[in-house]
């Protein structure tokens, strides 16, 4: 798997412009991901608070599927990671990777 800096920082701010700490990531038993917990996941990784790897391993992610919530962010903010607009968004615009 990919990996970010081996450090980490103690904090950074979250989606919401609040700072977010370790404490403040969705719990491990996450099941049912909405907008604001996809945003606190990449929000971490991006800025060092977790890296890609422990993303993964904590939330049982695919490296893929972190990667399309970030591509999803940056093509079309948070509501890029609407669950139900996502299929929209791929026809639209291959966020799948299938151009």
């Known amino acids: 798997m990919l ?40 929000a971490a990784v991006r800025g060092g ?8 391993r904590l939330y049982t992610l695919s490296v893929e599927e972190f990667l399309s919530w970030q591509r999803a962010i940056e093509s079309y903010g948070l509501p890029g990671l609407r669950a139900t607009r996502l299929q929209d968004y791929r026809l639209t615009s291959g966020i799948d990777g299938t151009d």
């Open 49 to 56: 608070l977790i890296s890609l790897d422990e993303a993964c």
């Open 3 to 42: 990996s970010t800096a081996p450090d980490h920082v103690a904090s950074i701010i979250g989606p919401e412009g609040k700072p977010m700490t370790r404490d403040d990531l969705p719990p491990v038993t996450t099941k049912r991901w909405v907008i604001r917990r996809k945003a606190e996941v990449v």
